[in-house]
């Protein structure tokens, strides 16, 4: 199935409404640029002396690149560890065993309903009350991030997997695989193609939501190089608009990569027919 299927082809009427509208937004978004350039022009934040330290090596070796590994680091440990702890869990809330799908929808809805910020707070100021020794802020942040993330992974699979046909659980049984093989070699790999979309938008989250390290003194690519640019060379606005453009490089990466991943595992998807 297409995606041009799900929804039915507008007709002569409908075309010329969406053009009308594009052009419309389109207007409106030109004239929103239009004031937001004249009112930053009136404030000098064009002045090449704002956005010439953006283009020192010092600058970026300093701030912008440390900040960016501090990112990447906090990330890519989040996204292997939420993705694990999502799997996991997904299993255990689609487990036929009320005493372990019961409690794991607990731990599921208790970290998804507690905001990420109180998590890698409690996770810094908390760990030495409880464990009695104070963790790092990288250790705090990807805490933070394993849970909240993993926990939202962990309904986007089960999702995934309940979206699944009922046939194709029942082939996998026809053909002599257990439960676990069933859920293993045929639901989850299923379930997270369909559901790859939604994950990679939620690693994407992930990867922003680690900007908020900076609560406990993280050096990450907004602390780092938004407010260490602009303690010394104030320019707030320049600094601001380079680190959300490379948010958004890194994010459109990683948009690229989920079709990538998306094409590559169309034939891979196994599935199971029934004699």
């Keep these: 199935m297409t995606y041009a299927n799900l929804y039915e082809r507008p007709g002569p009427r409908g075309v010329r409404r969406n053009r009308v509208l594009t052009v419309l937004v389109a207007a409106a978004l030109l004239a929103v640029a239009y004031v937001v350039y004249v009112r930053f022009d009136e404030k000098d934040q064009w002045a090449a002396e704002k956005w010439t330290p953006l283009l020192r090596g010092d600058v970026w070796a300093t701030f912008i690149l440390p900040g960016l590994a501090g990112t990447l680091a906090a990330a890519v440990a989040g996204v292997v560890l939420a993705a694990l702890f999502g799997l996991v869990f997904a299993v255990a809330r689609l487990s036929e ?7 794991a929808a607990v731990v599921v809805e208790f970290f998804r309903s507690v905001p990420l910020l109180l998590l890698i707070f409690f996770a810094f ?3 030495y009350v409880l464990i009695g020794v ?10 933070g991030l ?6 939202v992974i962990a309904e986007i699979v089960r999702a995934g997997v309940l979206s699944l046909p009922k046939g194709q659980r029942e082939a996998a049984y026809a053909v002599g695989m257990r439960k676990g093989q069933a859920m293993r070699l045929v639901l989850l790999p299923q379930a997270v193609k369909a559901m790859l979309p939604a994950l990679i938008s939620q690693f994407v989250v992930l990867l922003k939501d680690s900007a908020l390290g900076l609560i406990v003194g993280y050096d990450e690519l907004v602390d780092r190089g938004l407010n260490g640019i602009a303690a010394n060379f104030s320019n707030v606005i320049p600094a601001a608009i380079l680190i959300a453009a490379i948010f958004i490089l890194i994010n459109l990466a990683l948009d690229r990569l989920a079709h990538r991943l998306g094409a590559s595992s169309t034939a891979r998807a196994p599935r199971v027919r029934s004699r």
Excluded: D, E, K, Q
């Design 125 to 127: 100021f908390g760990s």
């Design 146 to 151: 394993t849970l909240y993330n993993g926990s």
């Design 134 to 143: 104070n963790i790092s802020a990288f250790a705090a942040v990807v805490f």
């Design 97 to 103: 065993h009320r005493w372990i799908r019961v409690p």
